[in-house]
């Protein structure tokens, strides 16, 4: 089984809103990673969570919080976001994050899109 | 810093052709894997390749990285309308203590039935 869970599958918020996007996987992966994708681009890197502690946080407006309460959840929260934050949010798992490929390949959920007005 | 550019950008073939995607990269490949994405959902695994010179296959799908470990190419073979969607490519670089996955520009692919 290599599946990952996001909801919402859509979310509209207004820009004074607080939301928070979930995603969980019961694969046993202690890895877990969110990404940004806009319309006919490649999905770019926000965070990487490694034994449930934040590892990679590339350069990501504070506006997003990251939290991994558990090896299996995963949540962005949201707040006071900008129209142009718009976009589909992946989440993605992997075995772990240690540079032995086999391990390190990462399966994703199917996105939450995301429209801020 | 490492670049993946894949071609063609598009492609529209017929059903039952065959077709090749590449992708080079910019640096040494240590870890190149191919997803497929439908458009607004999410990329779904299908190879990862890192010795060069290997192959995989999977049902019509080839996926070869060269000797010199900095081209990919997926090869589909009797394409299908079910095989449409927009492939990526991704490679492995060090992020510090951490990998981090970057994604190649896409090719998005039509299957005329």
């Known amino acids: 089984d290599t599946e990952v869970t996001q909801t919402p599958k859509h979310l509209v918020m207004g820009m004074t809103n607080k939301k928070s996007l979930k995603c969980e996987q019961h694969?046993?992966?202690?890895?877990m990673y969110w990404y940004k994708q806009k319309a006919k681009k490649p999905p770019e890197l926000m965070f990487v969570y490694s034994y449930e502690k934040l590892s990679i946080n590339e350069s990501v407006p504070s506006r997003f919080s990251p939290e991994c309460p558990n090896s299996s959840l995963l949540n962005l929260h949201l707040h006071a976001l900008q129209p142009e934050d718009s976009a589909l949010y992946l989440c993605a798992s992997s075995q772990d994050n240690t540079g032995t490929r086999d391990t390190d390949t990462q399966y994703f959920g199917p996105g939450t899109r995301l429209t801020v007005l | 810093s490492q670049e993946l550019e894949q071609s063609p950008q598009s492609l529209i073939v017929q059903e039952g052709k065959n077709l090749t995607i590449n992708c080079t990269s910019s640096k040494t490949l240590y870890g190149l894997y191919w997803y497929k994405q439908k458009y607004g959902e999410g990329l779904i695994f299908l190879m990862m390749?890192?010795?060069?010179?290997e192959e995989k296959s999977h049902e019509k799908i080839t996926a070869k990285l060269d000797e010199k470990k900095q081209q990919s190419s997926l090869h589909i073979t009797a394409s299908q309308p079910s095989h449409a969607g927009i492939y990526l490519c991704g490679a492995d670089i060090l992020h510090g203590a951490t990998n981090k996955l970057i994604f190649g520009t896409g090719t998005l692919l039509a299957v005329q039935p």
């Open positions: 694969m046993g992966h202690r890895a």
């Open positions: 390749l890192q010795k060069g010179g």
